[in-house]
């Protein structure tokens, strides 16, 4: 769960800028969006006590637009997505995010004094699937590696997975969740989505 918390931490600093972002790459990106949030998250004492009204809202509006959420279910689930049907996909993706979003609702609360430190960024030119590195900085604490997996849709960068410490969420995700489908399928595995974020939301 710790791991799991840095994960959607981590992706908690991409938020969207005022920049259009087909005018900046991938490591741009990263690094003006992650550091506009934590500026907002150490001045916003009511995110650091953890209202999930103000960090739901954070989400929605700039964080969600820069990660391709379709993927990274298709990712998650696996073979269990081609066989899904449009319904099963739709219910997934609803109650997953829902996980998503009150799972960093926490780690969101925890964000004090970290800064990022910024790896060089190599890419052959055409690329449109890169990694981001970086580091995040805490006092007292060793550095954690942070590597932002990106691919251009369009006109524009979006995240499809974070890795941590490398341990990456998509795989961490898939382990937990095939686990799930294999002992009661994929209705199984979004009814205990949705009961766990019902359990949740009280």
């Known amino acids: ?12 600093l ?19 969006t992650a550091e506009d949030v934590l500026a907002v998250v150490k001045k916003d004492k009511d995110i650091q006590a953890g209202n999930q009204n103000k960090i ?7 964080i969600l637009p820069n ?3 379709e ?12 066989k899904a049907s449009t319904e099963q ?3 997934f993706q609803q109650e997953f995010r829902s996980l998503l979003l009150r799972t960093y609702a926490t780690a969101l609360s925890k964000y004090r004094n970290q800064t990022i430190e910024y790896k060089p960024f190599r890419a052959q030119d055409g690329e ?22 990106l691919e251009k849709n369009g006109d524009s960068w979006k995240v499809y997975d974070i890795t941590i410490e490398g ?36």
Do not use: C, H
Request: aromatic share 8%; proline share 4%; charged share 20%.
């Open 89 to 91: 996909k739709q219910a």
């Open 1 to 12: 769960m710790n791991n799991v918390k840095s994960w959607i931490a981590a992706l908690a």
């Open 14 to 32: 991409l938020a969207t800028s005022s920049v259009a972002l087909a005018e900046v790459g991938p490591d741009a990106l990263v690094k003006s």
């Open 167 to 202: 341990v990456s969420l998509v795989t961490n995700y898939r382990g937990q969740f095939s686990n799930e489908i294999r002992q009661g399928g994929l209705d199984g595995l979004i009814q205990k989505l949705a009961a766990k974020n019902q359990e949740n939301a009280k």
């Open 128 to 149: 449109t699937d890169v990694k981001v590195k970086t580091q995040i900085l805490q006092p007292g604490g060793q550095p954690i590696p942070v590597d932002y997996s």
């Open 67 to 69: 990660f391709n959420f």
């Open 56 to 62: 739901f809202a954070l989400a929605e509006e700039k």
């Open 71 to 82: 993927r990274v279910s298709r990712l998650v689930l696996g073979k269990a997505w081609n």
